[in-house]
């Protein structure tokens, strides 16, 4: 079976430009996660999605972040503008149910490695 | 506060030797548990992972976890490691609307 898939696995971009990351979840899964992971900060939840609903954006840096789920198999985190800032590994994950919070697997992407210069 | 602490940053064992990992929790009540393992470049994936019953969980890879209720800890073990190993791990906790991850532990492994 396909597990999580996410692009690009690498990106380089100019500060101020804009940049999409692309999920697959797993066929099946209901709940999806963005994860951004730095060396500073650990991994941190960006937006938890439950059938396609935003349930949890708290973690959302600001608002040149935007996260959507337009159907149950892709989803996109977008950053506009970027900033060098935002230079890291943002993973997608997704898992049955509510995921962790009913004590199911979260089974992570590959992740998308962002270089703003 | 809930919080999950892995108190090592960083670990190095000869291959063969045994290893813990430690891990410690801060909940009101019992939480689901796991540890999941990061392969540099790699994504993060399941090891084990325990909700109920038996304390003592077993996982892939030849990895077990221990939960301590009196202790708040659920300690990752493995009776001898191997090169493979190598790899950054990460103790998680979760309840009904919360999930945290440890800052995680790199585990380096002699020859």
């Known amino acids: 079976d396909a597990g999580v898939i996410q692009s690009p696995r690498h990106e380089v971009t100019e500060m101020g430009q804009e940049v999409t990351l692309r999920c697959k979840p797993i066929?099946?899964?209901?709940?999806l996660f963005w994860y951004r992971q730095t060396m500073m900060r650990g991994l941190e939840l960006l937006i938890y999605?439950?059938?396609?609903?935003?349930?949890?954006d708290s973690g959302m840096p600001e608002d040149r972040f935007s996260a959507k789920m337009p159907n149950a198999s892709f989803s996109t985190l977008k950053i506009q503008p970027s900033e060098p800032r935002d230079s890291a590994v943002y993973f997608c994950?997704?898992?049955?149910?509510?995921?962790?919070?009913?004590?199911?697997?979260?089974?992570f992407g590959e992740g998308s490695w962002l270089t703003v210069v | 506060a809930q919080s999950v602490t892995q108190p090592d940053i960083h670990i190095t064992v000869s291959e063969g030797a045994s290893l813990e990992l430690r891990c410690n929790y801060s909940?009101?009540?019992?939480?689901?548990l796991f540890w999941y393992v990061q392969s540099p470049g790699q994504g993060l994936q399941l090891l084990l992972k325990?909700?109920?019953?038996?304390?003592l969980v077993q996982g892939i890879k030849g990895f077990e976890a221990e939960f301590k209720r009196s202790q708040s800890s659920f300690n990752l073990r493995k009776p001898s490691v191997h090169w493979s190993d190598a790899a950054e791990y990460f103790c998680a906790v979760a309840n009904f609307n919360k999930f945290y991850f440890g800052s995680g532990t790199k585990l380096n492994v002699k020859p």
């Open positions: 909940y009101g009540a019992t939480p689901y």
């Open positions: 066929s099946g899964h209901n709940s």
């Open positions: 325990y909700f109920s019953g038996d304390t």
């Open positions: 999605f439950n059938n396609n609903v935003p349930i949890d």
């Open positions: 994950a997704s898992s049955h149910d509510r995921g962790p919070f009913s004590g199911n697997t979260i089974y």
